[in-house]
């Protein structure tokens, strides 16, 4: 156990350290995905292959991801956009996974087979065998675990998938986000520069 605790202390410590300058990065990468047509992704609870753009996500952990994709983005009945029309995996697998340290991406592989075993505590089955009602559960569950290294593992993969699925333009309309007010006020990006000193 102490592995599996230092795997997800190190995934945990990785995307706790994602800037906003990263946010951005990411919503270039989905900007780019969906230019590219690669946001239609037909929903089936079985997967031969994953889709185009995926590099990182496994054909075993592409179901996973999508179970939770579903289950955190619930948009049926509201005005939000419906997360299987955009490319939010592949935004993950582009933005996220492919910038982990090749360890740290090991370690978060090993926590998300981890997060599929563990549903089958409570409700017999694998996370990706679950309903969305008892995924939604399971979830919830999980982010007010006791259980420190259950909890930071959800917390990262929930990350991920909101933060990317965020990160996609056609999603800020319904919530009335223009963009990043750089962009919107026309105001030139002064990189890295440092601080004004008092």
Known sequence: MKSKDAQFDCVSAHVSSLSRRDFLRVSAVAVSLSATGLASVAPSTAFAQVPEGIVHISVDEYPIWHRLMLALLP??????????????????????????????????????????EAAKEPFGKPFVDLSLDEASKYCDALASSEEIPARALFTALKFLIVTAYWAIPPTWEPVGFQGPVSEVWGLESQGNAPLPQA
């Open 75 to 116: 948009t049926k009945g509201s005005t939000l956009v419906d997360p299987e029309t955009l490319p939010v995996l592949q935004t993950v697998d582009g933005a996220f996974l492919a910038t982990l340290p090749p360890a740290v991406l090991e370690g978060l592989k090993g926590g998300v087979a981890y997060f599929n």
